[in-house]
């Protein structure tokens, strides 16, 4: 977006004048364009400080939607979050009957594409996120407090793999997971909010 940005600019204050413009005069236009861009840099970066709060409105279903904590749903942490990411992007609601159909759909899906649906890597998240629900996926490893803010404010979810028993969620049944996938639906001054 940047690029474009400054292309459109740096076309706009030059128009079809180039040729008649000297190197200097240029060089002092470009220069503008790219104080312009720092400016505006600037102030999206202060919006994003600014945000107190977000709370993106992911319909949330368990990953045992009807209680079951067999296989697959006790391994099925990165389907329940994938599949509810498709669900706030494409708009529908989530019934724990329909979680239930596409987690075995999607454990279906993973075994003959992937050989397994049991902890599946980032990679593996990534290629199920791309091929199965057509979804463009960034996987990040510079991960901060603020680079999740920022992908939030844009509307972006953020699917994290965690350690689990660190989490201190109290609906974990006796320790809970050592590995566990969750989505990042939003923050506010004190906390993220999760459906977990």
Not at 40 to 58: G, M, P, W
Not at 170 to 182: I, T
Request: charged letters at 25%.
């Amino acid at each position: 977006m940047k690029i474009i940005l400054c292309l459109i600019m740096l076309f706009g204050l030059l128009g079809n004048t180039i040729a008649e413009k000297s190197v200097f005069e240029l060089k002092n236009e470009i220069e503008e364009v790219r104080e312009y861009i720092e400016e505006a840099t600037d102030v999206v970066q202060e919006s994003v400080q600014e945000q107190a709060e977000i709370n993106l409105t992911v319909p949330f279903q368990a990953q045992a939607p009807h209680g079951n904590w067999d296989l697959p749903y006790q391994e099925a942490c990165e389907e329940a979050a994938l599949i509810q990411a498709y669900h706030y992007f494409s708009d529908q609601e989530l019934s724990a009957d329909k979680m239930d159909q596409e987690i075995l759909e999607l454990v279906e899906w993973e075994t003959k594409n992937l050989g397994t649906y049991s902890d599946t890597s980032l990679a593996e998240v990534k290629i199920i996120a791309e091929k199965y629900f057509d979804f463009e996926m960034e996987i990040i490893e510079d991960v901060s407090e603020e680079s999740i803010k920022q992908n939030l404010i844009k509307g972006f979810l953020v699917l994290a793999p965690t350690a689990g028993r660190e989490l201190g969620n109290p609906n974990f049944s006796n320790e809970g997971p050592l590995y566990h996938f969750l989505v990042v639906r939003g923050f506010d001054s004190k906390k993220f909010i999760t459906n977990d």
